[in-house]
């Protein structure tokens, strides 16, 4: 068995402070890792939201996402970001039709949407539904006036995309979503009561035309309140699950969203969920945590984010660099980490397209909160899970992963104070070859995962010392390559 240790020595910079020490407090992480010890596969919990193709089809980012192998995209509001796609009106332009004659259906924008994103490699989550609307007067979020009508247009799109009706095709989508935070008056202007019937209604007709598919929802905005570090289900969560239980309504999978300023605080929340729906009887319902975003301050983000007057300009502004900046680009690294030991089936995050919550500019360029995922998708690149062990302080998540030549290890640290960080990082274990290449990369505010160090140790060395400079905001991804 050979043995190497690394000692890395991380230090914050600080622009022009006078007296960079006096506003650090110093900190110790001891990270052991054996390379023998392999406790599963890294999960692709990677998913995202809506098409490469955006902004009313100026930007094709389809090779960028490629490259971040998305395994699952989610489609909603896919409006805000092209035009005239997926929302139940844009197919199904008047709701006084038939909807099983072929001709009241408008699927062409949409089979181009989905074709860009099938054309990446993933795979998608089909939200039946509406888009939100942030306008005072309410369009089409509004409870439908014929339930059994609105699931036989449905099942018309499913027909579409997996039977080849229509002039379709056999895309084999598995997983279908009854509308999205029906809890959230932007999303639905009925009662909670009427929403139960309606998701009733539509998923049972579906699962009885199309039972090799998982039909599941509803997005729910807001699926706990936590106090005094304690969760509880909300009232409207807990209706629509025993709605479910007592009428006999499937509910393959159940989706709920979390935006949130701490990652360790979204990471618990999976659990909650999972003994909830078991709670419910639904031990076999899938958890899909398909919304989730970093929101900077979350009692006065959402202000910040989308209030109107004073809260338009420079401070809606600000609040947008700082969710697509570096903190934003170590809380997505963190969660994502995080998850790796939380019952959750699928996680999507808002979004991996370009706008506001983007990944990209509406340039296209990419953020900073891009590089974390792309980071996270060299990690999958040696999908053998690692036994990781540290002693869990503010700020550091690591995980680890090997394949049958290389290792890599992902360091975030999402830090709420400015801090010297030490990393000891020892390695154990079988390490094949004579040489073994070493290659750090850093995500920070000047670098966006860029190879700042790289050298090469030989099988018989047993130590190796380096200081390195990263923020406290910021993800370190080490490379060993034989």
Request: proline share 4%; hydrophobic share 40%.
């Amino acid at each position: 068995m050979k043995i190497l240790y690394f000692n890395l020595l991380l230090l914050l910079f600080i622009g022009n402070s006078e007296n960079i020490f006096a506003q650090i407090a110093q900190k110790e992480v001891n990270v052991n890792i054996n390379t023998n010890k392999e406790i599963g596969t890294i999960r692709a919990l990677n998913g995202g939201q809506l098409s490469p193709i955006c902004n009313f089809k100026l930007l094709d980012l389809s090779e960028e996402f490629k490259a971040l192998h998305i395994p699952i995209v989610r489609l909603h509001d896919a409006p805000w970001f092209n035009d005239n796609v997926v929302d139940v009106h844009m197919i199904f332009r008047d709701f006084k039709q038939d909807p099983s004659k072929e001709e009241n259906y408008d699927f062409r924008q949409t089979d181009a949407y989905l074709s860009a994103i099938l054309a990446t490699g993933s795979k998608v989550v089909f939200r039946l539904g509406e888009s939100i609307e942030h306008t005072k007067e309410k369009y089409f979020v509004n409870p439908p006036t014929d339930y059994s009508k609105w699931a036989a247009i449905c099942r018309g799109i499913i027909r579409h995309y997996n039977k080849g009706w229509n002039n379709g095709f056999h895309h084999n989508i598995q997983f279908w979503e009854i509308y999205n935070e029906p809890d959230n008056t932007q999303m639905w202007t009925g009662t909670p009561e009427q929403f139960y019937k309606l998701y009733e209604v539509a998923a049972k007709a579906i699962k009885k035309e199309f039972p090799e598919i998982s039909v599941g929802g509803p997005g729910m905005a807001s699926p706990m309140t936590i106090a005094n570090g304690k969760a509880s289900a909300t009232e409207y969560t807990k209706g629509f699950l025993e709605h479910c239980r007592k009428q006999l309504v499937p509910l393959d999978f159940f989706s709920w969203h979390s935006y949130i300023s701490n990652p360790w605080n979204l990471a618990v929340q999976p659990s909650f969920i999972r003994e909830l729906l078991d709670q419910y009887g639904f031990n076999k319902t899938q958890s899909h945590l398909n919304e989730w975003n970093y929101i900077p301050e979350v009692e006065l983000g959402w202000r910040r984010l989308f209030g109107r007057g004073i809260w338009q300009g420079a401070i809606r502004k600000q609040a947008y660099e700082e969710l697509s900046g570096c903190k934003g680009a170590s809380f997505i690294a963190n969660v994502l980490m995080l998850l790796q030991d939380e019952p959750v089936d699928v996680a999507n995050f808002y979004t991996t397209t370009a706008g506001l919550f983007g990944i990209f500019s509406e340039y296209g360029e990419p953020r900073k909160t891009y590089h974390a995922f792309r980071a996270f998708a060299e990690l999958l690149k040696t999908p053998v899970r690692l036994e990781t062990e540290y002693n869990k302080t503010d700020g550091i998540v690591v995980c680890a992963g090997k394949n049958k030549t290389k290792t890599n290890i992902l360091v975030s640290n999402f830090s709420e104070i400015l801090q010297l960080t030490i990393i000891n990082l020892n390695i154990s274990g079988n390490i094949p070859g004579a040489q073994t290449k070493v290659e750090i990369y850093l995500l920070d505010e000047s670098k966006d995962l860029a190879k700042i160090k790289e050298f090469e140790i030989k099988s018989n060395d047993k130590t190796i010392q380096l200081s390195q400079l990263i923020p406290s905001a910021a993800v370190l991804l080490i490379s060993l390559e034989n």
